[in-house]
């Protein structure tokens, strides 16, 4: 009768001992070379890093991100569950007429080149969801934001006189050259016919 009582003892202590193990929290395993450890005080939190602009710069760079209205979704296309599970696509957007941080002549400019492209609020709407990675399409909108500025603070420059005058002497060139061309060709047209009454 011990033998029993004995076995239950020995297998109620076997329990207690995995279901203590089980509960204990195991230590996680970190990598000589892992985030943390490399950039310790680094965040993926988006924040806009403290710059004074120089003032007789029409645009630097500098985009203020607390300007922006920046939203995620489902992206569309190829990639499995993935499409459905992780919001990548993403969607940058700000008020034209609104941005301060733009000089007024590239807030103009804006307009112009893309005003077909405001929605009715005014809103300027920049997409991405050329990768799977939210950051990357981030950046990736923030990179067309910063050429179509670029693109906009571009002044045309005026072409000088002399200039202006070659490229008048290049067309007035190609212009009695083709004239030259047109006789000669008439001229072969003229010779190919046969001679007519008159000429005989």
């Known amino acids: 009768m011990a033998m029993p009582v004995r076995v239950n003892n020995i297998s109620r202590m076997a329990f207690t001992a995995f279901y203590s193990m089980l509960s204990k929290r195991p230590m996680a395993y970190k990598s000589a070379i892992s985030l943390e450890t490399l950039y310790p005080n680094s965040s993926l939190k988006l924040t806009t890093p403290s710059f004074t602009p120089d003032p007789k710069e029409k645009f630097s760079g500098y985009i203020p991100m607390d300007k922006l209205d920046i939203s995620y979704s489902a992206s569309s296309g ?117 001679p007519t009454v008159v000429d005989l």
């Open 78 to 194: 190829p990639g499995g569950q993935n499409v459905n599970k992780v919001h990548t696509k993403v969607d940058l957007r700000f008020k034209l007429s609104e941005a301060d941080w733009l000089h007024p002549d590239i807030r103009e400019k804006l307009m112009e080149l893309h005003g077909k492209r405001l929605t009715k609020e005014g809103y300027l709407i920049i997409r991405s969801d050329t990768t799977r990675s939210q950051q990357l399409n981030l950046a990736d909108c923030m990179k067309k934001l910063r050429s179509m500025i670029r693109d906009a603070a571009v002044t045309q420059r005026q072409p000088a006189p002399e200039t202006l005058e070659k490229i008048r002497q290049r067309h007035l060139n190609a212009a009695r050259l083709r004239v030259a061309v047109k006789r000669e060709e008439s001229l072969k047209r003229g010779l190919r016919q046969p």
